[in-house]
């Protein structure tokens, strides 16, 4: 049974870095069936895709092109985990931020972090 | 981008009833979606993929159809337990993008 534990800063000031870890039991961030993906959520704008990592013999990432340029997804195999890092934050990304995995057809998101209140506030 | 629109965005029903869910997309997805299920402070659960497939553990109450841009999840005698927001979401383009519907409110 997979399991997605999230940690990381719940406050950040506007026009820094946002971080934040997903540490995953389970499976491992490196297995090449799986894609790991990070999604938030807010009242405004939902459910929101902003990227993935995943290794098909080398490793990828694709980004949402909503944050592209400030967005940065990592594997750390060593510590089977991976971080989202967003650059220069505004009060728009207030939100709930989850991990989740995608596995098979990846079309889908099988299982989830917990999800972690990032609030961006002065 | 593919735009998800869901309907009702609230549906009150007694337990027993049966829950009829609808997404339409804005274009064909074939049938890269999902259907997810969300209860207050919790992460949303996968209930649905590819359209009709159940995921592991979901009980046989809940059924998903359609193919294309018209889509649907039924829940056949619902329990008080359903309650929750459905979420649909696809899959799309390349490289890949995935879109979120804005969510159905069921009351039971």
């Known amino acids: 049974q997979v399991q997605l534990q999230q940690s990381g800063q719940g406050l950040v000031r506007p026009s820094q870095t946002l971080s934040l870890i997903c540490a995953i039991s389970g499976d491992t961030v490196s297995n090449d069936g799986t894609a790991w993906n990070w999604i938030r959520q807010s009242p405004s704008r939902g459910l929101e895709w902003l990227g993935r990592t995943y290794f098909r013999s080398k490793w990828f990432t694709e980004y949402a092109v909503s944050v592209k340029g400030r967005i940065s997804i990592n594997p750390d195999t060593s510590k089977n985990q991976m971080s989202l890092h967003l650059e220069s934050v505004t009060l728009d990304d207030t939100a709930v931020y989850y991990c989740a995995r995608a596995i098979g057809t990846y079309n889908s998101f099988d299982s989830w972090g917990q999800g972690t209140l990032v609030t961006v506030s002065s | 981008e593919v735009v998800l629109t869901q309907s009702p965005a609230t549906l009150s029903l007694s337990p027993g009833e049966r829950a009829n869910l609808s997404c339409r997309a804005s274009q064909s997805v074939y049938d890269y979606l999902a259907w997810y299920q969300q209860k207050p402070g919790q992460a949303p659960r996968l209930l649905i993929y590819?359209?009709?497939n159940r995921a592991p553990g979901i009980p046989a109450r809940f059924s998903g159809g359609g193919s294309g841009t018209d889509f649907t999840l039924t829940i056949s005698g619902l329990e008080p337990e359903d309650f929750g927001v459905y979420f649909c979401?696809?899959?799309?383009?390349?490289?890949?993008?995935?879109?979120f519907g804005q969510g159905t409110k069921v009351e039971v």
């Open positions: 590819d359209a009709s």
């Open positions: 979401q696809q899959r799309s383009g390349w490289p890949p993008t995935w879109t």
